[in-house]
């Protein structure tokens, strides 16, 4: 069977997920189910009603020997479940074979928030004004008020902003609505007065770079380190660790997981609690004051020396 009884389903899935999914997921899936089919076809495969687990555990075993990070391995797989529950639905396969194999182990290396005051000092800082340092002030911000992703921002077209919130494709194509701080909504309203300076006719992104086209992740990742110099914050800082800082204040301040948990845009809870680093004497306090069986109660009187 020609290259193309497998290329072509492939072709029709990324082309579906490119209608909800951001670029940057797209172009992550459309390599990874690549290199997947490169091995599948030197492999033997036909058709892909014949995947199976076994030829799924040999590709990731593959490039688990060829030294791919943890994380990237992750992604491979992800990709690979995805598209095989696209055939599923197509009515190619009758159950899922991606499902069947264990999903990589990931290490827990989560960066360090940075301290509250230092961080408001250095959002505080005072800028002049021009449309780059304002649309530099607006992503900080909102990735600050909002715990945002870095290809979440990146991703954000002008549509996207509502008065006090902001739509945003998660991973997986997961839609959520997060709000918009105040100081967040007062940065991003400078932004929007002066963006007509920068941006090109017709683009639709909300951040955008002096040719005035969408700004790029590496240009987001770039901008922040660069402020964190200038502003003389004493530590690297990059868009995750904003969103780290987000979640760790909030749920300093709130105690309340399943909020942080939804504004992040975690399916599983398990994943804001090693996100957040929740320790078990937090959770511990946490079961004392709430469970009714778990609460102390005050011992009865004694009967001893009664008459």
């Known amino acids: 069977m020609p290259e193309s009884a497998l290329a072509a ?5 990324l082309e579906a997920l490119a209608r909800h999914a951001s670029p940057a997921t797209v172009d992550a899936y459309r390599r990874d189910l690549a290199r997947f089919r490169a091995f599948a076809e030197e492999a033997g495969l036909e058709a ?9 555990r040999r590709f990731l075993g593959q490039e688990r020997s060829r030294g791919l990070a943890p994380r990237s391995l992750a ?6 479940s995805r598209f ?3 055939l599923m639905r197509d009515g190619v396969l009758t159950h899922n074979p991606v499902a069947l194999t264990p999903s990589p182990r990931q290490p827990r290396h989560l960066p360090r928030p940075v301290d509250v005051d230092q961080l408001a000092r250095f959002l505080d800082t005072p800028h002049d004004e021009s449309p780059l340092a304002c649309r530099d002030q607006a992503m900080l911000e909102l990735l600050y008020s909002s715990g945002l992703r870095l290809a979440e921002l990146a991703a954000l077209d002008l549509d996207a902003l509502e008065p006090t919130r902001v739509r945003v494709i998660g991973k997986g194509g997961k839609p959520r609505q997060v709000p918009v701080g105040r100081r ?16 090109a006719a017709g683009e639709p992104a909300l951040f955008v770079g002096q ?4 700004l790029g992740h590496r240009a987001i990742q770039l ?3 660069g402020l964190a110099k200038e502003r003389g914050l004493a530590e690297h800082l990059h868009p995750h660790r904003l969103r780290h800082s987000f979640a760790s204040h909030l749920l300093e301040s709130s105690q309340d997981l399943r909020a942080v948990q939804e504004l992040l845009g975690h399916a599983h809870l398990s994943t804001t609690q090693v996100y957040t680093r929740l320790d078990w004497q937090h959770l511990a306090a946490s079961y004392d004051a709430a469970h009714p069986r778990a609460r102390r109660r005050a011992r009865p009187p004694s009967d001893e020396g009664a008459s």
């Open 9 to 13: 389903p492939m072709t029709a899935f």
């Open 48 to 56: 892909w009603s014949a995947l199976d687990a076994a030829l799924v």
């Open 75 to 80: 992604r491979r797989r992800a990709a690979l």
């Open 84 to 86: 095989a529950d696209a």
């Open 184 to 199: 967040a909504a007062s940065a991003l309203a400078a932004w929007l007065t002066a963006r007509g300076q920068l941006a």
């Open 211 to 214: 040719r005035g086209a969408r």
């Open 223 to 225: 901008r922040l380190a």
